[in-house]
Structures are given as C-alpha cells and as structure tokens.
C-alpha cells in the first residue's frame, strides 16, 4: 500500500498519485510517501520517481537491515528499528523502517506493522503542523514514538524477568533453563538494535548532517537519552538473566546432592545390618549368644539396631545430617 500526503498552502491533503514537480524545493510542498509492504510495482517509486541511489533502494526492499545513516547525493538514508509485542508467544520483536530524507519530502518503506507510522497516517490531515514543520521534524515524530513503544515492552519484559527469579527459588523445573535462555537470546537480539540505533540518533543530535537544523538536534538529543536508558536497562537484564542461570544452576546443583546425600546415608546405615544378617544367614557353625535358639534371632537384631543407632549418633556429632 502507497499513501501520499502533501502539504501546500496551509493544508494537508491524502493524495491519490504523487506529482513530480511537488519534489523541486520552489514548488513550496511538503510531501510524505508511505510504502506499507510495497509490491516490486509500488517499490519502483523508489528508483524511478524519485531516483535514489540503487543501494540504497536494495537495503530498503530487503527483509531485514540493522540500523544506520548515510548520507546519499541530495537525501539521507536512515534505518532504525520499532518495536512490537508477541503477547502469545511471550516475546518482542522489531522491525526495520527505512527513511528517506530530501529537502522536502520524506519517504518511508517499512513492513505494515508500524503502529508509529500508522498513527501518524491517521492524524496528517487533521493535524497540519505533522507536515508543515518539515521531513526531518517529520522523521523526529516518527522516531520519537517508535522509541516511546520500547518502554512498555520492556518493562514487561521485566515483569517476566521478576516472575523467573521467585520461580527458580521455588522449583528446580528444568524447563526454566529453556525460558531463561529464550529471554536472554531476545535480550541479545534487543541489544544488537537497541546499540546502533542509539549511535544513529546520536549522529542526529550531534548534527553530523546539514539538514539537520540545531532546534531538531535537541530534539533527537532526548530520543538519544531515551535510547541510552533503555540499552543500559538491555544489559542490565542480560546481567540478571546471567544470574538467574546461574542461581537456578546452584539450586538444582544443591537440591542433587541433597538427594544423594539422602541416598548415600540410607545405603551405608543398611550396610552393617546386611553384613550381619549375611554373615549370621551361612550354614555353618557360628557362635551362640547365651540363651537358646529363639533368642539368637533378638540379639541379632538387637546387635544391628544398636550399631546403626551408633553410626547416627556419630554422623549427627559430625554435622553430616
């Protein structure tokens, strides 16, 4: 899907088709082209409207690129990354958005799941200050919501790391090592987006490109220390999620030798009476403790219980249990 808005005289207007003259800066018009999951059809905008440098185009059609900027003859071309929540599955996941900044018009080429964009979509013709302050003011708004979106999913993304740690204390559940290293591989991946996205608005707000103005740095300077907060917050998580493998392995750890403790001590209080009871069991003479043949049996007995009650007494003034 291709929207296109134009903004002249005042007004914002959704426009069916784009006119090439609304793109020479003395036409005064400010247009914005959004390409939602673009067919190879609608993609050609790209290269034969506006003719933007071929590698540029290629990064924009494919799949999946990491964030940068570079500056291109006449626009620049910007990647960052948004953020969407897969409540079902328990998980984040971004996307790429590829920007298009020219003098006055900016283009924007994303997969359809941007909700930034498609609020913004919504409001451009009622709201006509969205174009009238211009494509970089534009690619400011834009980010600032895309980077907004972060907060709620990362904090739930803490609620989850929160729930893990009071369940590994509580169970020694091997499917807590899957969750763990599933949150930590989604911590390393939000990282990964999270780190050069941060040095991309960086760039912006130090004003390493003309067309950025120094009103507009100041701007992308707080969506820089929003970025900042929330890659710390990344590695602060990857930290604790580090922790967490490490404690629910020291539980399991403990809760094994517990067990084999237990074991142990069953198997060496029986191995005396078995000893005896073997040792008594031969059919061969043995000698007799006094009194007559029903009472060797109780002295038998009596000779396990009293060493088995010896070897606890003597483990118990040890400490082993």
């Known amino acids: 899907m291709v929207s296109v808005f134009v903004h002249r005289n005042g007004r914002?207007?959704?426009?069916?088709?784009l006119d090439r003259t609304w793109l020479n800066p003395a036409a005064g018009a400010m247009v914005w082209v959004d390409l939602a999951a673009p067919s190879i059809p609608e993609s050609l905008v790209l290269s034969d409207t506006f003719a933007f440098h071929p590698l540029s185009v290629e990064d924009a059609i494919s799949k999946l690129q990491y964030p940068k900027v570079e500056a291109y003859?006449?626009?620049?071309?910007?990647?960052?990354?948004?953020?969407?929540s897969k409540t079902a599955e328990h998980r984040v996941a971004t996307h790429d958005i590829d920007f298009f900044v020219g003098p006055n018009y900016l283009v924007t080429v994303h997969d359809g799941d941007s909700r930034s964009i498609a609020g913004l979509r919504e409001q451009a013709t009622r709201n006509t200050k969205i174009l009238s302050e211009g494509p970089v003011a534009l690619l400011h708004r834009i980010v600032d919501r895309m980077v907004d979106h972060y907060r709620p999913e990362m904090d739930e993304l803490?609620?989850?790391?929160?729930?893990?740690?009071?369940?590994?204390?509580?169970?020694?559940?091997?499917?807590?090592?899957?969750?763990?290293?599933?949150?930590?591989?989604?911590?390393?991946?939000?990282?990964?987006?999270?780190?050069?996205?941060?040095?991309?608005?960086?760039?912006?707000?130090?004003?390493?490109?003309?067309?950025?103005?120094?009103?507009?740095?100041?701007?992308?300077?707080?969506?820089?220390?929003h970025l900042v907060r929330i890659a710390d917050d990344a590695l602060i998580?990857?930290?604790?999620?580090?922790g967490m493998l490490d404690a629910h392995l020291s539980n399991v750890s403990f809760r094994l030798n517990e067990v084999m403790k237990a074991l142990t001590l069953v198997t060496v209080l029986f191995m005396p009476p078995t000893l005896i009871a073997g040792v008594w069991g031969m059919n061969v003479p043995l000698p007799h403790f006094p009194g007559g043949d029903g009472a060797q049996f109780w002295w038998v007995v009596g000779a396990m219980v009293a060493i088995v009650g010896g070897m606890v007494a003597v483990f118990r003034g040890r400490r082993w249990i």
């Open 73 to 84: 003859d006449g626009y620049l071309y910007v990647i960052l990354h948004g953020i969407e």
């Open 158 to 225: 803490d609620d989850r790391l929160d729930a893990l740690e009071d369940e590994i204390f509580k169970t020694a559940d091997p499917k807590l090592i899957r969750q763990l290293l599933e949150e930590k591989r989604q911590v390393a991946s939000l990282r990964r987006i999270v780190t050069p996205q941060r040095d991309v608005i960086a760039r912006l707000a130090r004003r390493d490109f003309v067309d950025v103005s120094t009103e507009m740095s100041f701007r992308f300077r707080d969506v820089y220390d």
């Open 237 to 242: 998580f990857q930290d604790r999620i580090t």
């Open 12 to 17: 914002t207007e959704q426009v069916t088709s």
